[in-house]
């Protein structure tokens, strides 16, 4: 079992910057390869980024790249995601998840474990 909390949410005009963070407990961290989705109000669940177990690769939706940054910290069980030039679209909860798969995935149900997400409203 692992246990996932976001954090580092809030409101944000467009154009700022906002980092998240995921703190995960239970089992060995290092064991799962990590991703962010986000859903936004009458939306459907969407893959963000995603990254290896040992942080070597990554993965983005087309909409994030170049603007959003995911990497980890094995050593402290977290992994974040270091969001710029937001846009009001990028408004939604923010889960991060888990997944028992080596390299980064986009589909969500490859995930097996997921954190209660953090809200991120980006204002126009």
């Known amino acids: 079992q692992v246990q996932l909390v976001e954090s580092g949410g809030g409101l944000v005009q467009a154009g700022g910057s906002l980092k998240l963070s995921c703190a995960a407990s239970?089992?060995?961290?290092?064991?799962?390869?990590m991703g962010w989705f986000r859903q936004a109000p009458g939306k459907e669940r969407e893959f963000v980024a995603g990254?290896?177990?040992?942080?070597?690769?990554?993965l983005y939706t087309d909409s994030v790249k170049g603007r959003f940054t995911i990497f980890r910290d094995n050593a402290k069980n977290t992994v974040y995601l270091q969001m710029n030039s937001l846009k009001p679209e990028a408004t939604a909860v923010y889960y991060c998840?888990?997944?028992?798969?080596?390299?980064?995935?986009?589909?969500?149900?490859?995930?097996?474990?997921w954190g209660q997400g953090t809200q991120v409203t980006v204002s126009s």
């Open positions: 990254i290896s177990r040992a942080g070597v690769r990554t």
């Open positions: 239970g089992r060995t961290f290092s064991a799962y390869m």
């Open positions: 998840a888990a997944s028992p798969r080596i390299e980064p995935v986009s589909t969500s149900s490859e995930y097996i474990y």
